[in-house]
């Protein structure tokens, strides 16, 4: 099973970028589809993006869609979330995820799908 650590969050102001990390081991990264998901207090966990194994397909929620780039370097087995032009309602506890993936395709934001998580990284936006 993967273990994931994230890393790089932290008190931001509106309008700044944020970097994420996400760092597996434990088995082979390749061909596992990662997934990031944020959770805001009192609210759901919701799906931010996700990437294909291979890295070449990516999918994003509306919410983040024109703001944010996921990508990944499995010589490094690492996944990264970009997240330019914050906002308040980006504050939220910010996870990645791995799921097995059959196909090298983006995965789907779906929570049950994903087998591995991790510890989360909080990401307070301030004006």
């Known amino acids: 099973q993967v273990q994931l650590v994230e890393s790089g969050g932290g008190m931001v102001q509106v309008g700044d970028s944020l970097r994420l990390s996400c760092a597996a081991s434990?088995?082979?990264?390749?061909?596992?589809?990662m997934g990031w998901f944020r959770q805001a207090p009192g609210k759901e966990r919701e799906f931010v993006g996700g990437i294909s194994w291979g890295g070449y397909l990516t999918n994003y929620a509306d919410s983040v869609k024109g703001r944010c780039t996921i990508s990944r370097d499995n010589t490094k087995n690492t996944v990264y979330l970009q997240l330019n032009n914050l906002i308040p309602e980006d504050t939220a506890v910010y996870y990645c995820?791995?799921?097995?993936?059959?196909?090298?395709?983006?995965?789907?934001?779906?929570?049950?799908?994903?087998?591995?998580w991790g510890q989360g990284t909080q990401v307070t936006v301030s004006s």
């Open positions: 995820a791995a799921r097995d993936s059959l196909a090298d395709v983006a995965p789907r934001g779906v929570l049950t799908d994903f087998t591995s």
């Open positions: 434990g088995v082979r990264f390749t061909n596992y589809a």
